[in-house]
């Protein structure tokens, strides 16, 4: 479905209510995806290109910004990006952070998660001890060394260990992700972005009941233990809590050796020109380009309504907004909790698409 005004129609809407994600046909000019890609031929070896205006504009001068204005309302210009560009590669032998072999996983070696969540190199041996040391030994091994459990340990990700002093917010959180296509991802295995259809709903449900438990929202708060002691090499994360994993495993659920069954995840196809919008309550992971014939190419963009905290600038690429990009405490105006802020919107996910009211009020008189 093409885009030819800067508005979503009904049936989009209804669609990104009941999915969580859109994908939005030729929304990109092919003269600002050939600049993009001109400017990534260009690139020196280990160059970040993640703040040139060839991959900002993707969203900056395309139609992205009006449709987003609508549906979500006002947000920071990206003044930075992710380049998500995955060589060709085959089924691995390492370890993932899920804990299990690469080559063991189904769907593409794909890790389903939630954003905001920090992340350390998994483990490359079986891990020994007790879980307690095991939890330990894993979160001194990030980049800041040994600072005990404490919410200035960063993962290698350089997301923070939790976002708040009093460590009750395991997770970073934004608004909407766009995911910009800049090569043909039009059948499953080229590297493209997979979603778990429909799970925004879930894990909404979930951080309401988590909030509602104790207020401790995100990995090691309730129902979400940050580190799986059962997997392959006794410490994987989950990135995703069992509760919400296991709404979405049936029998066609593909399995590990081990017999443990994995949500089967939509893989988003598009090609160069095409932009997905999802929620950031979607559950997602990107996957091995086995079938690509060449790298998969996709700018990736985290955006955050500027209801939320409007004296902050949000970068465009960073999943916890609330902390600086590398962790940094930010200060607040006195009265101005953000990470009371952030869980609200993670339990009402709906408040700050502006443009989404009456759908989602349609929606919810259905259900």
């Known amino acids: 479905m093409g885009v030819e005004i800067n508005k979503l129609s009904i049936e989009q809407k209804h ?3 009941r999915n969580g994600y859109i994908v939005l046909k030729n929304v990109i000019s092919m003269e600002l ?10 690139a020196k070896k280990g160059e970040n290109l993640g703040g040139e205006k060839e991959m900002t504009d993707l969203v900056n001068a395309s139609l992205l910004t009006p449709i987003l204005h609508e549906i979500m309302g006002q947000f920071d210009p990206p003044i ?10 085959e089924p691995g032998d390492h370890f993932n952070n899920l804990g299990y072999k690469d080559k063991d996983m ?22 020994e001890g007790t879980e307690e040391e095991i939890y330990y030994r894993y979160i001194a091994s990030g ?8 919410a200035d340990v960063m993962g290698h990700n350089m997301v923070p260990l939790f976002q708040d002093p009093e460590m009750t917010l395991g997770l970073g959180s934004f608004t909407a992700f766009v995911f910009a296509c800049l090569n043909d991802q039009m059948e499953e295995g080229m590297g493209q972005t997979s979603v778990l259809k429909g799970a925004h709903h879930e894990t909404e449900k ?10 401790r929202l995100g990995p090691e708060g309730p129902g979400w233990p940050r580190i799986n002691y059962d997997a392959p090499n006794r410490c994987g994360l989950f990135y995703l809590p069992e509760a919400v994993q296991q709404k979405f495993v049936d029998e066609t659920s593909e399995s590990t050796p081990d017999g443990k069954k994995w949500a089967r995840p939509t893989q988003v196809l598009m090609e160069p020109g095409d932009a997905c919008i999802t929620m950031y309550h979607i559950p997602h992971s990107g996957s091995r380009n086995e079938k690509g014939t060449e790298s998969r190419k996709n700018i990736i963009f985290r955006l955050r309504n500027k209801k939320r905290q409007p004296n902050k600038l949000v970068n465009g690429v960073s999943d916890h907004p609330d902390r600086g990009q590398m962790g940094e405490w930010l200060e607040f105006e006195e ?10 919107a993670m339990c009402n996910m709906w408040e700050e698409w502006e443009g989404m009211q009456d759908i989602v009020a349609e929606e919810e008189t259905k259900s």
């Open 206 to 215: 979930f951080f309401r009941w988590q909030y509602e438990t104790n207020g």
């Open 15 to 17: 669609d990104l209510y």
């Open 106 to 127: 189904p769907y593409y070696g794909e890790q389903i998660h939630m954003d905001g969540s920090q992340t350390i190199a998994a483990p490359q041996e079986v891990q």
């Open 80 to 89: 930075y990006s992710q380049v998500g560009v995955l060589k060709k590669t």
């Open 335 to 344: 009265g101005n909790d953000p990470w009371e802020r952030s869980k609200h």
């Open 33 to 42: 995806i050939e600049a993009a890609l001109k400017r990534i031929s260009k």
């Open 143 to 150: 980049p800041k060394g040994d600072l005990g459990r404490s």
